[in-house]
């Protein structure tokens, strides 16, 4: 996780969580989340979109952004997606009217992939605290 290093009220990103995604795992979460396969052909990534769209991508990283609030929920959990939610970049995206939230992005290496989420202070130290306990114990 990464703070701010003294948080203001005008802090649009108050906190990060970036997860490591284990290999398998790739392509089931960007399934769910972005409705897209993904798949390394070669040398370069081709994102295939629910509608049959089919990029490639000739660059060894990729970031994929844009998930809509229920498949958060269904992936992370309701507490993080009260984190999330409380991210004053979230609340600027719902005031624009935007339904998916550029608060949550994966990035792909290869085959594999760093899933980052941008979440309000508050209950970014929360979680941090609650996983800092799991390790401990």
């Given amino acids: 996780m990464h703070f701010p290093s003294w948080p203001t009220p005008d802090n649009l990103?108050?906190?990060f969580l970036s997860l490591e995604i284990y290999k398998e795992d790739v392509k089931e979460l960007a399934m769910v989340l972005f409705k897209v396969e993904v798949d390394w052909i070669a040398d370069v990534f081709q994102v295939v979109h629910h509608n049959g769209m089919?990029?490639?991508i000739p660059h060894s990283e990729f970031t994929l952004k844009g998930v809509l609030d229920d498949d958060v929920v269904a992936v992370f959990g309701a507490k993080i997606h009260s984190a999330i939610a409380e991210c004053?970049?979230?609340a600027r995206e719902l005031a624009e009217g935007k339904r998916r939230t550029e608060c949550v992005s994966m990035t792909f290496s290869k085959d594999e992939g760093t899933i980052s989420l941008t979440m309000g202070l508050e209950t970014g130290v929360l979680i941090q605290n609650k996983l800092n306990s799991?390790?401990?114990t």
Avoid: A, N, S, Y
Wanted: aromatic share 0%.
């Fill in 13 to 15: 990103v108050p906190c």
């Fill in 54 to 56: 089919v990029q490639i």
């Fill in 88 to 90: 004053p970049v979230r």
């Fill in 134 to 136: 799991k390790i401990t």
